[in-house]
C-alpha cells in the first residue's frame, strides 16, 4: 500500500512538474513575442554612403513649438524605443524649439553607438548667407554635442533674396571639413532644386508627402529625383494627424497649434481629407492594423521615396509607429489606395505650402 502511495505521489509530483515547465515555457514566449522587434530595412541616401532606417523619428513636436507643447521624458523615452525597436534615424531642426529637439536628440544619443546612429537637422533660412551657413551648423554640433551631423538641410529656400550659390559653396565646405556628411534641400520646388545643385552635390530631398498631399507627384521633382538618384525622405506622413483616423470635423485645434492654420484642416479640404482617412480603414481591418499604419506603410512603399519621417510625441506612438514596417500590401491594395489617394489630393488647389492656405495658382 505504502509503495502504491510513493507511487502515486511521485506521478502526481511529475505531471505538475511538466504543466509549470509548459506554463514557463508559454509565459516565456509570450514575453518574446510582446517584446519582438519589428524588422526594419536600411536604405542608402542617393549615391552617398549614407543609410537611413525606412522609417525615420520625426523630432519636431520634441521642440515644443507650433504642436502646443511637449514634455522632454516623454520625448527621451520616444527616441529610446525607437532606437530599441530599430529605428536609427532622427530627424531634428534648430528651429524645432530654438535647439531643444537637437539638444534632446543629443542627450538620447549618448547612450547609443554614434556609428549606428543617423542623425539629420537642418540650416535655418536666416542663417543662409555666406558668413553664418558654419557659425550655424557648429551650434547644431555643440546642441547635439556630436562631432559630425549625417545629413544636414538647407531647411527653407531664401525669403530675403540670398543667392543659393552662397549657401551651397559653405555647405560644400562643411562638407568637405567632415562636419557634416550628406547635404540635403528641404521645400525647394524643381527650379530651386536645379540652381542649388549647380554648386555642389544633392544627396537627398524632404518634401512634404503623404496621401492627401502629393504634390512632388505632380510638379515633376518625384521623376526627377527618380532620374538622378536623389533621395527623398519626406515629412508630414500622416499630415499632422489626418490619417491617423482620430480626429473628425468637430476637431478644432488652439491658436499655438500650426493646425490651426493648415491648408488641409480648412473647410472642405479638411472633409475630403476625412474622407481618405475613411476609406483606409477597411485596409487597416483587413490586414490588422490602424489606419495610421497602413498609411504610413503605403508611402514607405511609393517608388522613389526612401523612407518617411513619422513624428511621435512618447514611447507609446513609436510602439504604434513601429508597426507600420516588416510587412506590405498587396500590390492590388497597394493600387486601390492610391487611387483614391489622387482623386483628393490631385484635385487640390497650389497652396503656398502645406502650412500656409494662400492659394497661388
Known amino acids: 500500500m505504502l509503495i502504491c502511495l510513493t507511487t502515486f505521489f511521485n506521478s502526481v509530483t511529475h505531471i505538475i512538474s511538466i504543466v509549470k515547465n509548459s506554463r514557463n515555457i508559454w509565459y516565456n514566449n509570450v514575453c518574446h513575442i510582446l517584446t519582438l522587434e519589428v524588422d526594419i530595412v536600411m536604405k542608402r541616401l542617393g549615391n552617398s554612403d549614407v543609410k537611413v532606417s525606412d522609417q525615420i523619428l520625426g523630432c519636431w513636436v520634441m521642440g515644443g513649438s507650433y504642436w502646443g507643447g ?118 525647394f520646388n524643381l527650379e530651386q532644386m536645379k540652381e542649388a545643385m549647380k554648386y555642389g552635390e544633392v544627396d537627398v530631398i524632404q518634401p512634404c508627402y503623404s496621401l492627401v498631399w502629393r504634390e512632388i507627384d505632380r510638379d515633376g521633382i518625384l521623376d526627377f529625383c527618380i532620374e538622378n538618384n536623389i533621395g527623398i525622405i519626406s515629412y508630414s506622413t500622416l499630415a499632422q494627424g489626418i490619417l491617423t483616423g482620430k480626429f473628425d470635423e468637430n476637431t478644432t485645434f488652439p491658436s499655438d497649434d500650426g493646425r490651426s492654420r493648415a491648408p488641409l484642416f480648412q473647410g472642405e ?14 485596409f487597416a481591418e483587413k490586414y490588422g492594423k490602424t489606419v495610421a499604419q497602413v498609411a504610413i506603410n503605403w508611402t514607405m512603399h ?30 492590388e491594395d497597394w493600387q486601390k489606395i492610391d487611387e483614391f489617394s489622387k482623386e483628393y489630393a490631385y484635385n487640390l488647389p497650389k497652396f503656398r505650402s502645406f502650412f500656409d492656405a494662400t492659394i497661388v495658382e
Not at 89 to 107: L, M, N, P
Not at 120 to 137: G, N, Q
Open 302 to 331: 511609393k517608388e522613389g521615396i526612401t523612407a518617411p519621417i513619422v513624428g511621435a510625441r512618447n514611447a507609446r506612438q513609436v510602439e504604434e509607429n513601429l508597426k507600420a514596417s516588416g510587412w506590405k500590401l498587396s500590390e
Open 70 to 187: 511637449a514634455e522632454d521624458r516623454d520625448s527621451l523615452e520616444a527616441i529610446l524605443r525607437a532606437y530599441e525597436g530599430g529605428i536609427n534615424t532622427f530627424d531634428t531642426a534648430y528651429i524645432y524649439g530654438r535647439g531643444r529637439s537637437e539638444r534632446i536628440v543629443g542627450q538620447a544619443a549618448k547612450s547609443m553607438p554614434r556609428e549606428e546612429i543617423t542623425v539629420i537637422t537642418k540650416l535655418w533660412k536666416t542663417e543662409m548667407e555666406k558668413d553664418k551657413v558654419i557659425p550655424a551648423c557648429e551650434n547644431s554640433l555643440r546642441a547635439l554635442d556630436m562631432d559630425y551631423i549625417d545629413v544636414y538641410f538647407i531647411h527653407w529656400p531664401s525669403d530675403t533674396g540670398v543667392p543659393i550659390g552662397e549657401t551651397m559653396e559653405q555647405m560644400m565646405k562643411l562638407k568637405e571639413s567632415g562636419k557634416i556628411r550628406c547635404i540635403g534641400l528641404s521645400n
Open 269 to 282: 479640404y479638411y472633409k475630403g481629407a476625412l474622407k481618405v482617412t475613411e476609406q483606409l480603414k477597411p
